[in-house]
């Protein structure tokens, strides 16, 4: 009998699993799938020779966590891969935003918006230097983060009110209080709605600014090979330590007895747990799946029926004849794509999404690698992908051919050289991954109302659940979606401090 059970090997249960085994725990990870790596996994679904992440592609939060970096997965076979720029924001007047991890570069295009963007940018990036290690040990850790916000506190003692209210902006607000050109406001934009805010919403400054100092510090890197690399790598650190993962086993039930977590009923059958049970699982499936309707409190059943789950995704993989001709030179140089014309038109998008209407000028998300990762490709082709959000339950109609003609209007050409698409619809998301729920990304909105001790629901805001011995580690709990680990480890550690 295992000292614990973990229900998903997506990222987070297996961070949880390492870091159960690091502790001496034996550990059995239990996963629906045929694969390892939920939301982190490549193949070659499009075209042989062409590897292609299925989900997730870049990980400036795994790279910067020092949850991930404290496993050195590195020694495990991950070896992370850079493009010569991090991001690029080209638009149809032919300009085009950069971040680059030199701060000369990221500046330089900034100030050729607005003399003075550049000094802008350093200054902000500058703030988030000096509170980065207090920032991302925060996201690590249940909130309140008590000694991680208190050494923020410490070095920015005479900010803070400022610091306060910095964090709670808009990002059009937060663009327009420090920049002066439309590139600035572009990239931090572009790198909010990325996480799911509107120009418009409350903390959405923070998670512009956020994704963006993060780009420019550790880049966006990606695993040479596949986002399957480092779930390979994680799964490699867990064997050698012990533990073990097994596939096709999907869990459909979590044994309570005396009000405690015992064990799983599974497809590979049932299994007891000597210490604790952590679920990798979305919280709508833990409490309104695993869990028998008598072990969960009435108001939670009543939250989670107001849990609210951030848009779906239309996600189509390309494989191509040659790198994608975009007009913008530095668009050709970048790993990360994102696609608007302006921070307007993201106000439009977001409104559409809102109101449950396709959005009329999608925005995207793109990633291609062959300036950064000649093993994704055959010599000359180009392996590349883009995603977008839609509202929950509507059907994408011909999204996906006005996401190609966005694409194609900024690099002509581009259509011609598609040899074989691939469309993951938010049905085909959910199928692959049980966890994408709806389609969606992140295991529930991002938004402040779900956020902190408001995640998954209010007054479920740490990693433990009503029954005890059983802990949420999936992206629906604090600190939310992203590779990074943050929900695994807060559960993790919560089990250790909790042994039976
Ligand atoms: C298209 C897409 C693009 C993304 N891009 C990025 C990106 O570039 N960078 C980034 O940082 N993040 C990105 N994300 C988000 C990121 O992938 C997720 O936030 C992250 O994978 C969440 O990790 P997790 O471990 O909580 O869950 P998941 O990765 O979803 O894994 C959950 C696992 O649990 C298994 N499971 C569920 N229920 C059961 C059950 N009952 N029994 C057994 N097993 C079960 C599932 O099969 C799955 O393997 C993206 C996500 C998607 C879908």
Known sequence: MPDAIVIGA????????????????SVEVLEAEARPGGAVKSSEHVEPEFVHDEFSSFYPLAIASPVVRALELERYGLRWRHGPLVLAHPTEDETCTVL????????ASLDSFAAGDGDAWRTLFARYRRIEEPLLQALMTPFPPVRAGLRIAFRMWNELPELARFALLPVRRLADEHFRGVGAARLLAGNALHADFAPESTLGGFFGWFLSSLGQGVGYPFPEGGAGKLTE???????????????DARVHEIVV????????????????????????VHAVALYLDLLARKHVPARVLDAIGKLELDPA??????????????????????????????????TVTASELARRLVPSNPFLVLGQ?????PSRQPEGKETAWAYTHLPQGVEPGDLAERMEARVEALAPGFRALIRKRHAWTPELLERANENLLGGALNGGTAQLHQQLIFRPVPGLGRAETPVRGLYLCSSS????????????????????????
Not at 233 to 247: D, F, I, N, P, Y
């Open 10 to 25: 997506g990222p987070n249960g297996l961070v949880a699993a390492n870091l159960l085994a690091d502790a001496g725990w």
């Open 369 to 373: 690698y062959s300036m950064g990762d």
């Open 257 to 280: 007895r005396n009000r405690r977590a015992v064990g799983v009923r599974s497809k590979a059958g049932d299994a007891t747990a000597r210490r604790a049970v952590l679920a990798n």
């Open 100 to 107: 680059s991890r030199n701060l000369d570069e990221t500046a």
């Open 477 to 500: 709990a604090h600190p939310g979606g992203g590779v990074h680990g943050g929900p695994g480890a807060i559960a993790a550690r919560t089990a250790l401090r909790n042994p039976r």
């Open 313 to 346: 995704t239309l996600k189509v993989d390309w494989t191509l004849d040659g790198p994608i001709p975009w007009t913008a030179p530095d668009a050709r140089r970048a790993p990360v794509i994102h696609v608007a014309e302006s921070i307007d038109e993201l």
């Open 233 to 247: 790598s994680l799964v490699r650190r867990l064997e050698a330590k012990g533990g073990r993962v097994t596939c």
